[in-house]
């Protein structure tokens, strides 16, 4: 099994620039989440996706991030325009629905690295 | 406010057990406590939960105090690959997983 997949694995754009980042869940998670982790810190909750339904999205700023999960599968973070602290490590991970409850079912990718300069 | 307290940071020589210490003095009775690590350059990896009963699996043994106060995972024998971020999460069903700093911890050959 592949996992949860990210691309890219890094990024670098100049301010003002949009940046997407793409993310395979494991086939069969319902729930998928974006995390961002800013350097020396842990990560924190963007946005959660039940299928393709945002279900959670009370800490994405809304202003200049959104995000989709077309047909329940596949998920897209969008930033535009993308601001100089919003450099940090963007992560995914998914999570079969019937055992979320558990916390254990989390499988997370390897992130994508966004430096803005 | 973060649930729960870590050290920054720890070492551990290779081969040798490490114990990564844990407080949560005001977790609830239907919290668990959670531990993820994260390897340089990679996304957290489950590791072991418990609501009040000491837990094992094949990577590591998790103590939880009778209070249920605090909490200890064991590496039973560390190894170069185990070093990493440990976070200690407290969690009740159906909430997200709310990560703090955690402790940094350094296997020393």
């Known amino acids: 099994e592949a996992g949860v997949v990210q691309s890219p694995r890094y990024k670098i754009i100049e301010k003002k620039q949009p940046v997407a980042f793409w993310c395979n869940p494991i086939?069969?998670?319902?729930?998928l989440y974006w995390y961002r982790q800013n350097l020396g810190q842990g990560p924190e909750l963007l946005i959660r996706y039940e299928n393709e339904e945002a279900v959670d999205d009370s800490q994405l700023p809304k202003d200049r991030f959104s995000a989709e999960r077309l047909k329940g599968v596949d998920s897209t973070l969008k930033i535009q325009p993308a601001e100089l602290g919003d450099s940090a490590v963007y992560l995914c991970?998914?999570?079969?629905?019937?055992?979320?409850?558990?916390?254990?079912?989390?499988?997370f990718g390897s992130g994508t690295r966004l430096t803005v300069v | 406010d973060a649930k729960t307290t870590q050290p920054p940071s720890m070492d551990c020589a290779e081969g040798r057990a490490a114990n990564l210490p844990c407080n949560h003095s005001t977790i609830s009775g239907n919290e668990y406590v959670y531990w993820y690590r994260q390897i340089h350059s990679q996304g957290p990896q489950y590791i072991i939960h418990?609501?009040?009963n000491n837990e094992t699996n094949e990577m590591a043994s998790l103590i939880i105090t009778e209070d249920r106060k605090s909490s200890t995972l064991i590496l039973p024998h560390a190894t170069l690959r185990d070093t990493a971020v440990y976070y200690c999460?407290?969690?009740?069903?159906?909430?997200?997983?709310?990560f703090g700093k955690g402790t940094k911890l350094s296997v020393i050959p």
């Open positions: 418990g609501l009040k």
């Open positions: 991970a998914s999570s079969p629905l019937l055992l979320r409850d558990t916390g254990e079912g989390y499988t």
């Open positions: 999460i407290v969690r009740a069903l159906l909430e997200q997983l709310t």
């Open positions: 086939s069969g998670h319902n729930t």
